[in-house]
């Protein structure tokens, strides 16, 4: 149905019904945001990862920068803490990759599938929160490994489980995914507030009513304000309801703060690392072969598939 079909319904239903009519829409621009902001996450994961595989002096001055404030905070840590936190920390990210990989290859209406569906909950809260763990250990890492090399502390990069070819080929996947999520969002954000603008000035609406719309186009306001600026889509405002009673800090036994979220630029992304030359593989080949890996244990070694093909 196009919007001045849904515009003609809703000028002939009754003012309950046209007020049920936007809330199913704000409805689904929360799960469209939600989507975005999950995108998102396994983005900066991503590339996080992709520095850590570099020695540090391969780490740009900008996210060093970037990171100040957090390595600042790690000053009082002795190296050996930072070294155990750090062995540590990579670990789970070896661990957690093969997940949080699988979930960067679904498109995103896959995704969308599994978010604001209230009969599978527990499916999307272990879905989210595997991705906010992933981000938060891959920038901490990172934090980390800048407050080493501040020590002149030699560390050795991780050892990406799989070719950088590929990473590199999921980020950029995540970016187009999250560029179609958020031109979505601009464009309900359009739809409803030119909805709101029309229903409020029907005489027949009762008061109360009137009150309810006025509340929800400034809470559109907010959320248009915030999106225009370019401020991380994870901590949008349309969010905070749902945050607040579904999702906590993951947590950790790391003497690290709980939540990293290092400055950016305008758009929250980190800058990509010097690309090292990548393994001569045919794309076809390397996804094929990168699937596989992916659906071994864990603890499986990229050159070691071929024992469970």
Request: overall charge neutral; glycine content about 2%.
């Amino acid at each position: 149905m196009s919007h001045q079909e849904q515009m003609s319904t809703l000028t002939n239903n009754d003012p309950a019904a046209e007020l049920a009519i936007i809330n199913k829409k704000r409805t689904a621009l929360q799960k469209l945001v939600k989507l975005t902001s999950m995108l998102s996450r396994l983005h900066q994961g991503l590339q996080s990862v992709l520095l850590m595989g570099n020695p540090t002096s391969y780490i740009p001055e900008k996210i060093i920068n970037n990171f100040k404030s957090l390595t600042d905070r790690l000053e009082a840590q002795s190296t050996e803490i930072l070294k155990h936190t750090l062995a540590n920390t990579d670990i789970k990210i070896n661990r957690d990759i093969k997940q949080v990989l699988k979930i960067s290859q679904q498109d995103e209406n896959e995704l969308a599938g599994q978010i604001g569906n209230d009969s599978n909950l527990s499916s999307e809260l272990n879905l989210e929160s595997s991705v906010a763990e992933f981000k938060k250990n891959a920038q901490t890492s990172i934090a980390l490994r800048i407050a080493l090399k501040s020590r002149n502390e030699p560390v050795k990069p991780f050892f990406l489980p799989l070719p950088e070819k590929f990473i590199n080929n999921q980020i950029q996947e995540l970016d187009e995914k999250e560029t179609i999520c958020k031109n979505k969002i601009q464009s309900s954000m359009e739809t409803i507030n030119h909805d709101l603008s029309n229903l409020i000035k029907r005489a027949d609406f009762p008061e109360d009513m009137k009150r309810k719309l006025d509340e929800m186009r400034a809470n559109l306001r907010m959320n248009i304000d915030y999106f225009s600026s370019g401020s991380p889509i994870e901590n949008m405002p349309i969010l905070s309801e749902q945050l607040d009673s579904n999702l906590t800090s993951p947590q950790t036994d790391t003497p690290l703060p709980t939540h990293i979220e290092p400055a950016s630029d305008s758009n929250n992304k980190l800058s990509q690392p010097p690309t090292k030359e990548a393994e001569p593989l045919a794309r076809r080949g390397l996804i094929t072969r990168t699937k596989d890996w992916l659906f071994t244990p864990w603890n499986v070694k990229w050159k070691d598939i071929d024992k469970y093909k």
